[in-house]
Every structure is written in structure tokens, then in C-alpha cells.
């Protein structure tokens, strides 16, 4: 049995599910060839195969909807053509892993439970604290043992969604509301680039964001601190991160500090794409660029 892979749905959350449902059915035995660890290029490849888009556009498809890959491809090198440069070609670069532990909302849970009648895991919890639907916690140990998640049950856990704990399941518990505003604007952001049918250019963007924190700096809006702070994050955010061909890592969390500085001067992705288009900077369609291999 095929399932359909959800909105937001992380790649690893699609595979377990079929291993869950029916391990021996076609579609779990060609998914079981998978890493338990790591989702390697060569595995969205066989993911996609399964889901019959086996090509350059089904390929960067999942890798802008279901994984953390948006947060450093939205922000491009002027030279850069296709999407996912030539990763599409190697089979060895990771694009999901185990070392950045699954969260899962409550919220979202039950949600979830009564909308589609089952529960699943989303790519961009691994990646906050709070979810930037519910402004709930997210959890990542069981509520029932309160075991950590990778550690509670064959294939990192991640069956405790469907099958719950020592007779009990996640969803008898209830919500903590998170209380720090800045929390929630990060994983909003977080959520937005992921989400975004646009992508910008790095340098343009940096440049951009330093002239807006100088101006609100000028009219008192944000303090010299923050101007400084501001300052530091962006160029971290342009020297430390690699090309796109060169070592990409899921885990280093690339656009990080980019989110802050989007936070303090924003408060929302889409103003900045607004602001950038305004003042004629380049803002393109991703999925244009999807079909295209290579640099
Ligand atoms: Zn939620
Ligand atoms: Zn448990």
C-alpha cells in the first residue's frame, strides 16, 4: 500500500509510516533499503521513485516541501542555477539525519487525528522549540515513560505517534502553551522559508538587511546594541555557511542566525520578500528553477 505523503511531512516520517502499517508490503521493502540515520541524496531518490516522480523535479520537490534544505536554498548564489545544484547528481550528500532529534505538538496530534485520522511527524520540528501553528511546546521525550524520543523504540522512536505508550497515547495529554514571544516568531519564520515559493539572493539579502537595521538604528527604532548583534549574525550568516555543492550538513542549521535578524527587523518572511521587491530587488519563483541539474 502507497501512502500519501502529507503536507510538511518530514521524509523520515513518510518512511516509518510504511514500515509501521505493513513492513512487507512493495512500497515499505523498497523504503527499508533506506539508512535508519541518514536520508542521503541516492534516498530521495528512492523515495521518489516510490512515489513515481523519479526525476530532477520529483527529486527537489521533496527536498524544498519535506526537508530543512529551503532554509540555506532560498538564500542563493547569483551563479547558482538549479535548485539543489549538483546534489542531485551525488548520492552521498545527507539532507536528513538522526543526530537532530524528532519533536512532535500536541496540538498538531490531535489535529491531525481528527482531520486525516492518524498522526505524523513534521520536518520542521526537529528544527524549533514551539510550533509555529499552535504556539505550543514541542516535545521530545515521552509523555507517558518520558524516555527520549530516539531512544524509545525500534527506528528512533518514531512509532510512539501511532501506537502510543503503555496503553496510552500522546494525544490524552494536554498542550503547554509557550510563553516567549520571540520563540514563536522564529519558528514562524522558520516555517515561512520553508514554505516560501520565492527565492532571494544571499549577498542581496545580507546587504539589504544591513542598510534596514542601519536605518532603524538612525531612528531609534532598534538600539546601536542591537545594531551591532545585528551586524555580527549577518556575517556569519554570509561567510560561515558553505557553497551549496560543497558539504552540506541538515544539522549546522544555516539559516539561523538569518532568522533572528528577520525577527528583530520584520517579524515575518514576508515582509522582507515584500520589502526586497519594493525596492526592485530579485525575487524569483523556486519552482522554475526545479527542473534544472546542475550548478
Ligand atoms: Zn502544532
Ligand atoms: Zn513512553
Known sequence: MLLTIQPNESLRSFLERHIYLDSQAPSAISLKQISRFYMRASAIRVIAAVIGSDNCYGFNRLLHDHT???QL???????QVG???SKYLSSTTRFETEDVRPAFCIACVKEDIESIGFAYWRRDHRYVNVCAKHNVVLL???PVCKKSIEIHDHGYGYSLLWKGCKGRHVYEFREIINSDAREQTYSK???EIGRSRFYLLRDEVTQHLKEKAIEMASSEAISEEELE???SQLEFFRFCIPRLDSDYRPDHRYSKELIHVISTLYGSFGSLVDDIRQRGGL?????DSMHAVGE
Not at 73 to 79: D, G, K, T, V
Not at 283 to 287: K, L, M, T
Open 189 to 191: 519564520i522558520h516555517e
Open 68 to 70: 530543512s534544505y529551503p
Open 73 to 79: 536554498a532560498l538564500f542563493r548564489q547569483a551563479s
Open 83 to 85: 535548485y539543489s545544484g
Open 229 to 231: 548583534v545585528i551586524k
Open 140 to 142: 521530545k521525550k515521552c
Open 283 to 287: 525575487v524569483r519563483c523556486i519552482d
